[in-house]
């Protein structure tokens, strides 16, 4: 098993739509959790961080991080066709000195105008 | 720009030549990371940096690999020996470490193609 699992894709919705994109980890020792939005052939592109259990809301995004179900969710409202791109998300552990990020296999999101 | 760059951002090679990349973090920042990231997969750690020093390599990096960061500014990567496998997205990384946060801001990436 993965020490991260992201929902599999490709997702495809309306303009306007309302979506969900998921991951689950293994490691409680997780302690920071990030979102990154990476279009075609460049490199990730930071959009949440988040540490703590709840939600932390950033204009149409919505991050939300449920520790005790290990469990963390973006949420995008109002997608627009400039969402289109593959999220990823990620985390890491602050024990010991490495801060390396541990990725989910990423989502292709597609919006349709 | 004050972001991350990598060059090149496109290298060609055949299989048995070595190859050698080039990071520059945002410049006050003390830590730089290396990922490899292959078609429909997330990046995966390869090594790090705090200012000169490598601190961690991954299994990923085999002997073929090395890793360089004179000076604490600027990081090699360089394959030797490159292998049809070796095909990926090179990314670079570099986060400043605070006793609250170690936000990694990641390059455009540069994508070998070994044939």
């Known amino acids: 098993q993965k020490e991260v699992e992201q929902d599999p894709g490709p997702l495809s919705v309306p303009e306007g739509a309302i979506v969900s994109l998921n991951c689950t980890y293994s490691?409680?020792?997780?302690?920071?959790f990030m979102w990154y939005r990476q279009y075609s052939r460049k490199g990730p592109e930071l959009l949440m961080y988040?540490?703590?259990?709840g939600n932390k809301e950033d204009g149409r995004f919505t991050a939300q991080v449920d520790k005790s179900s290990k469990y963390i969710s973006l949420f995008i409202r109002d997608s627009q066709p400039s969402d289109s791109a593959t999220y990823l998300c990620?985390?890491?552990?602050?024990?010991?000195?490495?801060?390396?990020?541990?990725f989910g296999k990423g989502i292709t999101l597609s919006v349709r105008p | 720009d004050t972001g991350v760059s990598q060059d090149p951002r496109h290298k060609i090679t055949k299989r048995g030549q070595n190859v050698t990349f080039r990071c520059d973090p945002i410049?006050?920042?003390?830590?730089l990371y290396w990922y490899r990231q292959t078609l429909g997969q997330g990046p995966e750690f390869l090594t790090y940096?705090?200012?000169?020093?490598?601190?961690?390599k991954s299994r990923l990096l085999s002997d073929r690999f090395s890793a360089e960061r004179p000076k604490g500014s600027f990081s090699t990567l360089e394959i030797q020996r490159t292998e049809q496998g070796d095909s990926a997205m090179y990314l670079c990384?570099?986060?400043?470490?605070?006793?609250?946060?170690?936000?990694?801001?990641f390059g455009p990436g540069t994508r070998l193609t070994v044939l």
């Open positions: 988040t540490y703590s259990s």
């Open positions: 410049s006050e920042h003390n830590r």
């Open positions: 490691n409680s020792a997780f302690q920071y």
């Open positions: 940096f705090q200012n000169e020093a490598q601190l961690e």
């Open positions: 990620a985390m890491y552990m602050r024990t010991g000195a490495n801060s390396k990020l541990t």
């Open positions: 990384a570099s986060s400043l470490r605070t006793p609250f946060t170690d936000t990694q801001y």
